[in-house]
Nanobody, 121 residues
Framework: QVQLVESGGGLVQPGGSLRLSCAASGSISSSDDMGWYRQAPGRQRELVATITSDGIANYGDSVKGRSTIARANAKNTVHLQMNDLKPGDTAVYYC???????????????WGQGTQVTVSS
């Protein structure tokens, strides 16, 4: 069992900033990948940012240059700093933890409950 607890969502004005955090617990490993995805009403879930245990980050095109993902392996947490927020960033943001199972090979995804981010004046 893996539990992911998100925090930091809310209402922010356009141009503002927000920091999302996610704490993982349960059957996890420091080698697991962690990250954030988001889903707006009527749209598919999309990548925001992911980060490997080695600190290699990958960002979705829509947030590239405006966001920074970081993780603290010792605390099993991941943080997402988002700047210059736009109304188009409004969505439910989901924390993700991905584990690799070797036999048989499989990528297993775990999801948090989601936290709402609303960008509006």
């Amino acid at each position: 069992q893996v539990q992911l607890v998100e925090s930091g969502g809310g209402l922010v004005q356009p141009g503002g900033s927000l920091r999302l955090s996610c704490a993982a617990s349960g059957s996890i490993s420091s080698s697991d990948d962690m990250g954030w995805y988001r889903q707006a009403p009527g749209r598919q879930r999309e990548l925001v940012a992911t980060i490997t245990s080695d600190g290699i980050a990958n960002y979705g095109d829509s947030v590239k240059g405006r966001s920074t993902i970081a993780r603290a392996n010792a605390k099993n947490t991941v943080h997402l700093q988002m700047n210059d927020l736009k109304p188009g960033d409004t969505a439910v943001y989901y924390c993700n933890l991905a584990q690799i199972q070797l036999h048989p090979w499989a990528r297993i995804n775990y999801w948090g409950q989601g936290t709402q981010v609303t960008v509006s004046s």
